[in-house]
């Protein structure tokens, strides 16, 4: 039997199967990376690209979860225009911005320096690094508790101590939590207490991962330790930092436990940041249309700053190398 | 020989006990859903607490599994409403606060009950609905006539204080809903025993943002005059009106007792002022009737002031006129419920008079004339007589105005009103804010469209409304 005669006597079957194979197997190189990855794809859509898009589509039109009966209509852009007018919306823009900036500020230089400080071998270190990370390691809602506990008003460890040395020194109890300026650093505080360990663990690998030439180089040229650290070890420390901060700007603009549990955004609304607005406005006044909204302006923000950080830390990178 | 003697009498008295409870025969359908669970969800407070205690006798009664989800109270509202929304019939039944019955009815969310209550098949023959009080069950269940829910347990938010601690100082307290008890009275009686050095502050209010709804409201309804009665914050037109001097003279009262309160209590909620009162370092608080068993007067967890209080109402204001306020929890079927008759056939039960009169041993409070006029309300909570005849007939069910924009209203006045408590505006202001951010909410819910004739209707302002005997709703 000669080849010819064999293919054209084969089942359809086969045929069919050979068919899906050339179409979709390893042989067509523009189809089959399509076909592995469809399975991730498929899932990346259900989770993620659906909810985007369903958000788009609650955002346009009017629906308020408390009123099934209404019929949805299309609003366009009405309900970013009428966030846009609200000054609520900007006070929670500017609380959450502020909290941000505060807290990641002053948890990446007390991250970076307990790395360098831990970098240095001295006794009971091991055991002290694992004790450093026990903030990290609790969940958000649970360290919010304790803390609340610690302010709980005449009852708390904080407001009993310090209270009472505030007292001693004549100026009376402080108000941790019921004064708005001393209510929002008191957040800041405790955010910075939960979350400096996890700037501490990334800036620590980063450093871990310098090469040791440049300080061998540095030490025989005579640099002195604090321009070593500002030409070698920060520059060579970039692409953690930027990790790092990054991770840490999205995670604190999005604080929510710790402000609802801790204050739920007062006193006043002294503490409501852009996360605490939106779940009043998505489950308390169950207007979803306009929490779609708002959640869409806050994946913009974070896209935005995540890129600019991105752009700035890449060009100083350049730079440096 | 004493010991047989107690023991034969004990006996026979417990029987005798038994004999005198109704005991219902099951009808063929109850016996058909022996095997069923219900779902039930209900936020953590104490009249759920004491309507628990009766699930093992009602499974056992009926064959029902009734399996209760508690959510805390500040997630209920969430958790109820997505649930409902969803449709998935998860709970069979729900728990409903007065204010949102309009929101949940309108929306669909509840199915009505009076074809299940005049099921003889369902409903026990001596369930008896024209036994609940009027106000209570329309006030409570009723929405455009029709009946969504059942109450189980209803009353005002009112005063609790330290009888032994006012004795002490030299004064008496006087009855409740004496016209004695005036806001005067109550901040002159406050200063007179307000001690922090010794641990003892004159009131212990509750300023947190989230709670003016229910802890500032009856001031300002105290400070109205009979002219202004109706119009308190929304006019006949559904425009806002709480831009005026009696708001303005209500806030002020309400940060006068910011006078008593340590430095750092400009979030208390209800929690935080309870706490300090069963400490027994305050001489005043807030209550609500449905809660004074289980806050204030259960010697075993609140050994330093159970049995030295006296509960009052809130203090009629200048011109006598003392809050209307109406709380009240009740019971729903969902209308995606899938065992909506075995729900129903706990609901009844559970609201039966017999259940009813031996839940306020636990706390519950009473929602049916017999529940007032039972002995065991009377042993075990004594402080209900007077609210009988205000629930009767002075209670105003729509003092939280019954629309889904109430929790918006609520939370603007919360907000505005705690940042005069520290200082960041004067009261004026937060009238004036109040004001014009209710208007957004109202304009934004649909109230202002002209020529819209569909609005809802103001049950407030004819009251008796609400009078009509249970059994003639639909």
Known sequence: MSISERTTTAPPMALSHRGILSRFGPSNRAVFPWVLMAPTLIILFAIGIYPFLYSLYIASHNVILSKPYLPRIFVGLYQYQALIQDPEFWHALRKTLLFTVQAVFIEFWLGLGLALLFQRQLAGIAFMRVFILIPMILPPLVAALIWRYMFYPGAGLMTYYVGGITKALGFGEIPFLSDPTIAFQTLVFVDVWEWTPFMFLMLSAGLASIPRQPYEAAEIDGASSWRVFWTITMPLLRPAILIAVVIRTMDAFRTYELIVIMTRGGPGNATTTMNVFLTKTGLEFFDASKAAALSLIMMMIIIVMSFVFIRVFRSKTEVAE | ?474
Do not use: C
């Not at chain 2, 009740?330 to 909506?340: A, H, M, P, R, T």
């Open chain 2, 1 to 474: 020989m004493n010991i047989v003697k107690l023991s034969a009498a004990t006996a026979a008295g417990l029987s005798l006990l038994m004999l005198a409870l109704p005991t219902h025969a099951q009808t063929e359908a109850q016996k058909a859903l022996s095997g069923k669970t219900v779902h039930f969800l209900a936020p953590s407070m104490p009249q759920f607490a004491a309507l628990a205690k009766f699930f093992p006798e009602f499974e056992e009664k009926y064959g029902i599994k009734v399996v209760v989800d508690e959510v805390p109270f500040e997630n209920y509202r969430q958790k109820s409403l997505v649930e409902m929304q969803q449709g998935t019939g998860t709970y069979d039944f729900f728990a409903v606060d007065v204010m949102w019955l309009a929101e949940y009815a309108a929306a669909g969310f509840l199915e009505p009950l009076m074809p299940y209550v005049k099921n003889a098949d369902l409903t026990d023959a001596d369930y008896d609905i024209d036994d609940f009080l009027p106000r209570v069950i329309s006030g409570t269940g009723v929405f455009n006539d029709t009946l969504y829910t059942l109450p189980i347990g209803a009353g005002p938010v009112g005063t609790t204080f330290r009888a032994d601690v006012a004795e002490k100082a030299g004064f008496k307290l006087p009855e409740r809903f004496s016209p004695e008890f005036t806001t005067k009275y109550m901040y002159d009686a406050a200063k007179k025993v307000n001690n922090p050095e010794s641990n003892m502050i004159g009131f212990a209010n509750i300023p947190g943002r989230w709670f003016w709804g229910v802890t500032y409201l009856p001031y300002l309804f105290a400070y109205q005059t009979p002219e202004t009665k109706g119009d308190e914050y929304v006019d006949k037109d559904w425009k806002i009106t709480i831009n005026n001097e009696r708001t303005v003279a209500s806030i002020d009262y309400f940060l006068s007792l910011k006078e008593f309160m340590p430095a750092d209590s400009a979030n208390w909620g209800i929690g935080e002022a309870t706490a300090v009162y069963q400490a027994g370092n305050a001489f005043g608080t807030w209550n609500y009737q449905d809660f004074v068993k289980g806050f204030f007067e259960d010697p075993e967890t609140q050994a330093k002031v159970a049995g030295k209080n006296v509960h009052l109402h809130t203090p009629a204001g200048p011109d006598g006129v003392i809050d209307p306020w109406f709380g009240a929890w009740s019971l729903g079927v969902s209308k995606d419920s899938k065992n909506k008759e075995a729900a129903w056939t706990f609901m009844q039960w559970v609201t039966s008079k017999d259940v009813q009169a031996r839940a306020t041993q636990y706390g519950a409070g009473p929602s049916r004339h017999s529940t007032y006029k039972s002995e065991t309300l009377a042993k075990y909570q004594p402080w209900w007589p007077g609210v009988y005849e205000f629930m009767l007939k002075e209670t105003n069910p729509d003092e939280r105005v019954r629309v889904p924009e109430w929790a918006e209203i609520s939370d603007i006045m919360g907000e505005e009103g705690n940042r005069v408590w520290i200082g960041e505006i004067d009261s004026k202001t937060a009238a004036a804010n109040m004001e014009k951010r209710m208007t957004d909410a109202m304009r934004k819910g649909g109230y202002y469209i002209p020529g819209r004739n569909d609005l809802p209707k103001q049950q407030w302002r004819d009251l008796t409304y609400y009078d009509r005997l249970p059994s003639e709703w639909n």
